[in-house]
């Protein structure tokens, strides 16, 4: 059954997040990275190295594209699964809008695929990719808004402060 997901906000630490998906802002190589990314693949541990690997070495050898997502173990996260996905660089000269709410979009379509009833987001593209936060968070707020899921809640869990003012401020 597709419904409309509550959405909240958290400003914290999303590798702290009790809920059946996290969602990862990853790089396309899935090795892991910066940010989001490297927290993530810290706190998870190498169980997630290792599903990155297999998913590299058998479907994605050139990478997960920008805008698609791919589901592993969560490894020692509080969460059953993280999701990976490759959020786009902002350009000035070109709208790569699409692409970023296609992150959220294919996260809650594998979210669903995994029985998840609880999902957490971070700011996908807002940090080395400098997507502008109140832009990136008007994607994501509606994209999410708009989707049909059975996910029950979307959690966006911001890092600090301007984040999660921006996330917030979408809640109108």
Request: proline letters at 4%; a negative charge; one cysteine or more.
């Amino acid at each position: 059954m597709s419904t409309r997901p509550a959405i909240t906000f958290v400003q914290g630490d999303i590798t702290e997040q009790h809920v059946d998906v996290i969602v990862n802002a990853a790089n396309s190589s899935l090795l892991g990275g910066g940010g989001v990314d490297g927290a993530i693949h810290r706190r998870g541990g190498p169980e997630i190295l290792e599903e990155c690997r297999k998913l590299r070495a058998s479907h994605y050898g050139k990478g997960l594209p920008t805008g698609q997502a791919v589901a592993t173990t969560a490894g020692e996260l509080p969460a059953r699964h993280v999701v990976h996905t490759v959020g786009p660089v902002h350009s000035e000269s070109e709208d790569r809008s699409a692409l970023l709410a296609s992150c959220y979009r294919e996260s809650l379509r594998v979210a669903d695929e995994l029985d998840a009833r609880t999902v957490a987001f971070p700011a996908i593209s807002t940090g080395v990719y400098r997507w502008p936060m109140d832009d990136a968070a008007r994607i994501a707020v509606e994209t999410v808004r708009d989707a049909e899921t059975s996910v029950e809640e979307v959690r966006f869990v911001l890092f600090d402060d301007r984040a999660y003012a921006a996330f917030a401020a979408q809640a109108a």
